[in-house]
Nanobody, 115 residues
Protein backbone atom coordinates (compact mmCIF):
# COMPACT_ATOMS: atom_id res chain seq x y z
CA UNK A 1 0.00 0.00 0.00
CA UNK A 2 2.81 2.42 0.87
CA UNK A 3 6.35 2.62 -0.41
CA UNK A 4 8.71 5.00 1.37
CA UNK A 5 11.92 6.31 -0.15
CA UNK A 6 14.39 8.36 1.86
CA UNK A 7 16.85 10.81 0.40
CA UNK A 8 19.18 13.55 1.53
CA UNK A 9 21.78 11.60 3.43
CA UNK A 10 25.46 12.15 2.95
CA UNK A 11 28.69 13.21 4.55
CA UNK A 12 28.73 16.35 6.65
CA UNK A 13 31.24 17.82 9.06
CA UNK A 14 30.41 18.28 12.74
CA UNK A 15 28.27 21.33 13.27
CA UNK A 16 26.83 21.12 9.80
CA UNK A 17 23.29 20.51 8.65
CA UNK A 18 21.39 18.07 6.49
CA UNK A 19 17.78 17.74 5.51
CA UNK A 20 16.28 14.34 4.91
CA UNK A 21 13.15 13.65 2.92
CA UNK A 22 10.94 10.61 2.74
CA UNK A 23 8.45 10.44 -0.10
CA UNK A 24 5.57 8.02 -0.08
CA UNK A 25 3.80 6.41 -2.96
CA UNK A 26 0.71 4.28 -3.08
CA UNK A 27 -1.53 6.22 -0.74
CA UNK A 28 -1.92 9.47 1.13
CA UNK A 29 -0.17 9.93 4.46
CA UNK A 30 -2.71 12.10 6.22
CA UNK A 31 -3.87 9.29 8.50
CA UNK A 32 -0.38 8.07 9.41
CA UNK A 33 1.87 8.89 12.29
CA UNK A 34 5.24 9.56 10.69
CA UNK A 35 8.57 8.89 12.33
CA UNK A 36 12.28 8.97 11.74
CA UNK A 37 14.43 6.25 13.25
CA UNK A 38 18.14 5.69 13.03
CA UNK A 39 20.50 2.80 13.50
CA UNK A 40 24.23 3.03 13.96
CA UNK A 41 26.50 0.01 13.41
CA UNK A 42 26.26 -2.37 16.33
CA UNK A 43 23.47 -0.35 17.91
CA UNK A 44 19.75 -0.84 18.26
CA UNK A 45 17.45 1.12 16.04
CA UNK A 46 16.10 4.11 17.93
CA UNK A 47 13.27 6.52 17.45
CA UNK A 48 14.59 9.97 16.61
CA UNK A 49 11.46 11.99 15.96
CA UNK A 50 7.75 11.51 15.44
CA UNK A 51 4.99 13.71 14.12
CA UNK A 52 1.33 13.07 14.64
CA UNK A 53 -1.43 13.55 12.12
CA UNK A 54 -2.28 16.87 13.74
CA UNK A 55 1.29 18.11 13.53
CA UNK A 56 2.47 17.69 17.10
CA UNK A 57 5.96 16.28 17.36
CA UNK A 58 8.34 14.74 19.83
CA UNK A 59 12.03 13.95 19.79
CA UNK A 60 14.62 11.78 21.38
CA UNK A 61 16.49 13.61 24.11
CA UNK A 62 19.70 13.30 22.13
CA UNK A 63 18.37 15.41 19.25
CA UNK A 64 16.03 17.87 20.96
CA UNK A 65 16.76 21.40 19.92
CA UNK A 66 18.76 20.29 16.90
CA UNK A 67 16.37 18.26 14.73
CA UNK A 68 12.98 19.23 13.37
CA UNK A 69 10.45 16.87 11.87
CA UNK A 70 7.75 18.15 9.56
CA UNK A 71 5.25 16.76 7.12
CA UNK A 72 3.54 17.81 3.94
CA UNK A 73 0.60 15.55 3.34
CA UNK A 74 -0.11 17.04 -0.07
CA UNK A 75 3.40 16.12 -1.19
CA UNK A 76 3.26 12.78 0.65
CA UNK A 77 6.53 13.69 2.30
CA UNK A 78 8.01 13.76 5.77
CA UNK A 79 11.15 15.76 6.44
CA UNK A 80 13.86 15.77 9.04
CA UNK A 81 15.98 18.88 9.30
CA UNK A 82 19.15 18.19 11.22
CA UNK A 83 21.25 21.04 12.54
CA UNK A 84 24.37 21.14 14.67
CA UNK A 85 25.22 17.61 13.70
CA UNK A 86 27.51 15.57 15.88
CA UNK A 87 29.55 12.45 15.09
CA UNK A 88 27.18 10.49 17.31
CA UNK A 89 24.41 11.26 14.82
CA UNK A 90 26.10 9.01 12.28
CA UNK A 91 23.64 6.28 11.36
CA UNK A 92 21.30 5.00 8.73
CA UNK A 93 18.11 7.00 8.99
CA UNK A 94 14.78 5.36 8.24
CA UNK A 95 11.36 6.82 7.82
CA UNK A 96 8.40 4.99 9.23
CA UNK A 97 4.70 5.41 8.62
CA UNK A 98 2.23 3.78 10.95
CA UNK A 99 -1.45 3.59 11.63
CA UNK A 100 -3.88 0.97 12.73
CA UNK A 101 -3.02 -2.06 10.66
CA UNK A 102 0.18 -2.45 8.64
CA UNK A 103 3.04 -0.03 8.99
CA UNK A 104 5.76 0.78 6.51
CA UNK A 105 9.51 1.36 6.49
CA UNK A 106 11.80 3.00 4.01
CA UNK A 107 15.12 1.55 2.91
CA UNK A 108 17.17 4.07 4.83
CA UNK A 109 19.65 6.77 3.97
CA UNK A 110 23.16 7.02 5.37
CA UNK A 111 24.17 10.06 7.37
CA UNK A 112 27.83 10.35 8.26
CA UNK A 113 29.10 13.16 10.46
CA UNK A 114 32.87 13.33 10.39
CA UNK A 115 35.68 15.83 10.12
Amino acid sequence: QVQLVESGGGLVQPGGSLSLSCVASGTTLSSFVLEWHRQAPGKQRELVAAIATGGSSNYADSVKGRFTISRDNAKKTVYLRMNSLKPEDTAVYYCHAKRFGPDYWGQGTQVTVSS
